[in-house]
């Protein structure tokens, strides 16, 4: 059997693509790990692998814990893992959700091609990062009060349509129509209501962005029809999540199982994986609060994407609705739900917790909205600045290997503090200005050196896997041409 | 070192060191401010000096709510708390009023150089027992963001978390405390 041994850890590769870590001492499972050999060296150059091994400790994990061929370290749970935990008898963890709850990305088609766009990259770049709220302390495009917040907490995207801020089809291109079940305002604190209000609509910093790109490849013809992509096309692609809200929820609850569920929390290797048992009064509250605030993050992308309608529609001078610009869909991939998967030939409810991992449901899923269930799901992974962006459909091997998941993005390669010291912000913008045009704006330099094309891992070798094993097919490439961030 | 900012892949890590546990968890909010923005960057003068109080039932949770509670007030004041401040005391539920005014005592000049730990000559009970009670008074400059362009720390995380006595009793008073703790960005 082929083996792969990095830092302690050794991995039974049970065939292309999939690693394995057999459960051993207090672990409850086996992991996976679904990658190439060039990206296995790179999720073995940190603690990923540690920190999957962990994941396993964690009550009522089914199958495997899983990482995805983006994997990075995290903390507690790696980015980029899967873990499902039995609804009744396992938990429902914070840390494997992460701090930015339902963190996610959004594309938007338009009918514009890139030569439409061509000549006007500078003013549209500016005119963006203008009116997009971004970075720190910069406020959001809707000024709210807490009323506001408890609404926007309680309804999702509803609250936007009623409200201006998005129209009817919009709700149709989100998952669960951009209002989760089960959303419970008041299980979130007021320490977190207190920092969303600021921030209603609002990119932040870090590796968020929004990107203006031109599809550059269509590999599958019908699926890309479905979806209303074309060669040459131009779409807007956001990311971004549930701001301090978000943060603050998952901090919140950390402590609150810190001190109510010690028991547990002495039994797992890493206080980050801090989970509430499965039925305690604990794990109800905490998955009311995190659906609030995937509800909110829902709402901060719709309330950026309705701002970019009015910028496009200044810049071109033409209505969003002339120039086509729908929401192709919108993904999470920092959440927990609530799922039905066949376990042992068993129909059993689980917490599929996807932490930097997409849901990634085939065709003919009842979950997957209408408009694509014959296709399957859109999934996005956007790729570093400079690499592009794939948008790839549910697989129909995500059932079985992964829970309905694949990768979300290309994933770290390299830390904050090196790609500081290897890179400078303006050299930077201005190499993908001139080598490869693209438009870049941000609040900081730091940011754009952080956010180099370098630091991330390859793209295309991610998705490769995920297409090879079926877990997310290629349908169309896109590249950057204009990009903001914070 | 007061304090040195660590690599983490996608994150952004603080490891801090002081003559008493007081300096280092100060340290290290003073590292949470500058993985937010470059040092030289931040106005000598700008901002009003605020003060905040938390508590928790360890000396760990303390840093973790301490360093919460500075990314809160982050957000909702609009300024990045720099040059922080801080005096530590241990409640004993059980023990109470001995145990207060030792500790009162010993923080009797506080924000001083020479303040001396409270927490860290309590006595030989100050281990992290959950039913004591470990609150913290703090104070820090409020940069107004629209003054610098820092980044935003999104939160703290427990990942990797470590305070520690560095050779010695932790209940000394005379103790060298290391910290780490790994922020999520």
Redesign the interface.
């Known amino acids: 059997m082929t083996t792969f041994d990095a830092n302690g850890v050794t991995l039974e590769r049970i065939r292309e693509f999939v690693w394995e870590l057999p459960q051993e001492g207090e672990m409850r499972s086996p992991a996976r790990v679904l990658a190439s050999e060039a990206l296995l060296e790179q999720i073995s150059d940190d603690k990923t692998l540690e920190q999957l091994r962990n994941a396993t400790h964690l009550p009522g994990i089914t199958n495997y814990a899983i990482c995805m061929p983006d994997g990075h370290q995290g903390y507690g749970f790696p980015v980029g893992g899967v873990g499902a935990m039995d609804a009744e008898n396992g938990c429902i963890s914070p840390g494997a959700v992460g701090y930015d709850i339902n963190c996610g990305v959004r594309m938007m088609t338009t009918n514009l091609t890139y030569s439409d766009v061509q000549g006007h990259e500078e003013e549209l770049v500016d005119a963006l990062f203008d009116n997009v709220p971004s970075g720190l302390g910069g406020g959001g495009i809707v000024e709210s009060d807490v009323d506001t917040v408890e609404d926007v907490l309680a309804r999702g995207v509803d609250w936007a349509l009623e409200h201006g801020y998005a129209v009817e089809e919009d709700l149709l291109h989100c998952e669960d129509e951009g209002m989760r079940e089960g959303a419970d305002p008041s299980k979130v604190t007021q320490k977190a209501k207190d920092r969303g209000k600021n921030q209603l609509g609002s990119l932040g910093s870090g590796n968020h962005f929004l990107e203006v790109q031109r599809v550059t490849d269509v590999f599958d013809g019908e699926v890309g029809e479905a979806f209303g992509l074309e060669k040459d096309q131009i779409v807007v692609l956001i990311h971004c999540g549930s701001r301090g809200l978000g943060h603050q929820t998952c901090n919140d609850y950390l402590r609150k199982i810190e001190q109510q569920h010690r028991g547990l929390l002495n039994q797992l290797p890493d206080k980050e994986l801090a989970a509430a048992p499965a039925g305690s009064q604990l794990a109800e509250d905490y998955y009311g609060a995190m659906n609030a605030a995937i509800n909110f993050a829902w709402v901060n992308r719709q309330l950026i994407m309705h701002r970019t309608r009015q910028v496009f529609e200044r810049v071109f001078d033409r209505s969003w609705e002339e120039m086509e610009m729908n929401l192709l869909y919108d993904v999470a991939h920092n959440i927990a739900k609530k799922e039905t998967h066949e376990v042992g030939g068993e129909q059993r409810e689980l917490y599929v917790h996807r932490k930097g991992a997409t849901r990634a449901f085939p065709a003919g899923h009842p979950d997957v909205p209408s408009a694509y269930r014959d296709v399957g799901q859109p999934v996005i992974i956007p790729g570093s600045m400079g690499a592009g962006s794939y948008v790839l459909r549910g697989g129909e091997a995500s059932m079985d290997l992964t829970f309905g998941s694949t990768a979300h993005g290309a994933g770290r390669l390299m830390s904050r503090t090196q790609a500081k010291q290897d890179y400078w912000g303006g050299d930077v913008q201005q190499e993908l200005q001139d080598r490869q045009q693209i438009y870049v704006k941000a609040q900081s330099g730091a940011t754009i050196a952080e956010e180099a094309p370098g630091v991330y891992k390859d793209v295309d070798e991610v998705v490769r896997v995920s297409d090879a094993l079926g877990i997310g097919d290629k349908v169309a490439r896109t590249f950057p041409v204009c990009n903001i961030k914070g | 070192m007061p304090f040195e ?8 890590a603080v490891e801090a060191r002081g003559e008493s546990l007081e300096r280092t968890v100060a340290a290290v909010a003073d590292g949470l401010a500058a993985a ?1 923005c ?1 040092e030289d960057e931040i106005p000598a003068d700008a901002g009003e000096r605020f003060d905040l109080s938390v508590v928790a ?1 360890s000396r760990e ?1 303390l840093l ?2 301490y360093l ?1 509670e500075l ?2 007030l ?3 004041r ?1 300024e ?1 708390p720099v040059e922080n401040r801080v005096r530590i005391q241990l409640e004993h539920s059980d023990a109470g009023d001995a145990a207060n005014a030792d500790a009162a005592d010993a923080t009797s000049t506080p924000d001083t150089d020479d303040a001396t730990d409270a927490a860290d000559v309590v006595g030989t009970a100050g281990t992290d027992e ?1 039913d004591d009670r470990w609150s913290l008074e703090g104070s820090a400059r409020g940069v107004p ?2 003054e610098i ?4 720390i ?8 470590r305070l520690e006595a560095v050779d010695g009793d932790p209940d000394s008073g005379t103790t060298a405390w290391e910290a780490y703790v ?1 922020f ?2």
């Open positions: 900012l660590r690599e983490h892949t996608a994150d952004i937010s470059d039932e949770a973790f709510e919460d990314i809160y982050r957000d909702v609009l990045l959950t963001l629209t362009d820092a980044r935003e999104k939160a703290v995380t427990y990942s990797e978390m790994v999520d960005v």
